[in-house]
C-alpha cells in the first residue's frame, strides 16, 4: 500500500508562471515532509522539509504547505524556470525527539516538472 | 569528487549471479541507506545502517543483504539476481546532529539482470 501518492506523473508549466506539485499520505505517524529533485542521470537532492508543526515553510522560491488534517502537502514554485524541470519527489518521515526526521524516508512515487521557456 | 560514490555506475548480469554494489561516502555520516527506484514506484529503502554494527531491513529487503565495513563503506549485495531486480539503486547517507535530517543520495547504480 502507497503510503505517500503524488497522482500527477506529469506537470507541464510556462517558464514565470506557477509550479504546484501535490502529495497526498495516508500514515497519520508521519510528521515531517521533505521534497527532493532528481535530474536524469544523478541522485535526489533535496529540496525544502516541513515539519508538522508548520504549515508553511519558505525557502526563496520554493514554499511547502502542509494541511494535516487533510494529510497533503504541496509544493509551490514562483516563478517557474526551465532549470526547474526534473522530476520532484515527495518524501515522509516520523520525527524523532529533537525535531528532525529520523532519515528513514517513505517516498512518492514523483511528478515530471517540465517547464517551458 | 561526490560525497557519496557508487560503483559500479552500469552493470548488467544473468540471472543468478551474485552481484554487490558498493558505496563509499566522504561526508563523515553515520546513517547509510540503500534504496531502489522502480518507474512508477518512486524510491523504496532496502536496508540501512545507523552506525557500524547497526543493521536493518527496509521495506523491501527479500533478495538482498548489505554489509556495513565501515562507517565510509556500506555495500548491497544480491546473492541470486533475477530479473525484477532490474533497477535504479541509491545509495544515501544522513547526519541527524545537522538537525535537518535530509538524505545525501549517490549518483546511482544502474543494474539489469537478464
Known amino acids: 500500500d502507497q503510503q505517500v501518492k503524488q497522482n500527477s506523473p506529469s506537470l507541464s508549466v510556462q517558464e514565470g508562471r506557477i509550479s504546484i506539485l501535490n502529495c497526498d499520505y495516508t500514515?497519520?505517524?508521519?510528521?515531517?515532509f521533505l521534497w527532493y529533485k532528481k535530474y536524469p542521470a544523478e541522485g535526489p537532492t533535496f529540496l525544502i522539509s516541513?515539519?508538522?508543526?508548520?504549515d508553511k515553510n519558505e525557502d526563496g522560491r520554493f514554499t511547502v504547505f502542509l494541511n494535516k488534517s487533510a494529510k497533503h502537502l504541496s509544493l509551490h514554485i514562483v516563478p517557474s524556470q526551465p532549470g526547474d524541470s526534473a522530476v520532484y519527489f515527495c518524501?515522509?518521515?516520523?520525527?524523532?525527539?529533537?525535531?528532525?526526521?529520523?532519515?528513514?524516508?517513505?517516498f512518492g512515487q514523483g511528478t515530471i516538472l517540465t517547464v517551458h521557456p | 569528487d561526490a560525497d557519496v560514490t557508487q560503483t559500479p555506475r552500469n552493470r548488467i548480469t544473468k540471472t543468478g549471479k551474485r552481484i554487490m554494489l558498493e558505496c563509499s561516502q566522504t561526508?563523515?555520516?553515520?546513517?547509510m541507506y540503500w534504496y531502489r527506484q522502480d518507474p512508477g514506484l518512486g524510491l523504496q529503502l532496502i536496508y540501512y545502517?545507523?552506525?557500524?554494527?547497526?543493521?536493518n531491513k527496509g521495506e523491501i529487503s527479500d533478495g538482498y543483504s548489505v554489509s556495513r565495513q565501515a562507517q565510509a563503506k556500506f555495500s548491497l549485495s544480491l546473492e541470486s539476481a533475477i530479473p525484477n531486480q532490474t533497477a535504479l539503486y541509491f545509495c544515501?547517507?544522513?547526519?541527524?546532529?545537522?538537525?535537518?535530517?535530509?538524505?545525501?543520495f549517490g549518483e546511482g547504480s544502474r543494474l539489469t539482470v537478464l
Open positions: 500514515n497519520s505517524m508521519f510528521d515531517y
Open positions: 518524501a515522509a518521515s516520523e520525527e524523532n525527539a529533537g525535531g528532525t526526521s529520523y532519515g528513514k524516508l517513505t
Open positions: 545502517s545507523f552506525d557500524v554494527k547497526d543493521i
Open positions: 544515501a547517507t544522513s547526519d541527524l546532529g545537522r538537525g535537518i535530517g535530509e538524505l545525501f
Open positions: 516541513i515539519s508538522s508543526i508548520k
Open positions: 561526508k563523515g555520516h553515520d546513517r
